[in-house]
């Protein structure tokens, strides 16, 4: 991995984790019935309506921002260039011949004369 593909990664995972702490912090649409009753959203930091519009803006950055480095990883993953076999790197070997009754890894020797008929007694 490069080092720009190992940037673009931590960035990926920082907005990850910045979209999901902004989307728990958001408030669900059922809260806002009990929000007219007086639940307290006006004590808010970002007074009663600010909220709302912040997170949900700065949601919507961080995913247009998560869009765009899902694609550069993509992009430069399709770059990489695949693995190298360390097989594919040896020499080709020289072939082999396997001789009748000498195991594969045995030295080979050459092949010993059969023995000669014994003569035959005309009896």
Known sequence: MTTLHWFVLIVHVLIAVGIIGLVLLQRGKGAEAGAAFGSGSSATVFGARGSANFLSTSTAFLAAGF??????????????KPPVSVLDTLPPAAEVTLQEGVPPGAASAPLPAPPAPAPADDQ
Do not use: E, K, M, N
């Not at 869009?67 to 990489?80: C, D, E, I, W």
């Open 67 to 80: 869009f765009v480095t899902s694609l550069a990883l993509a992009y430069l993953g399709a770059q990489r």
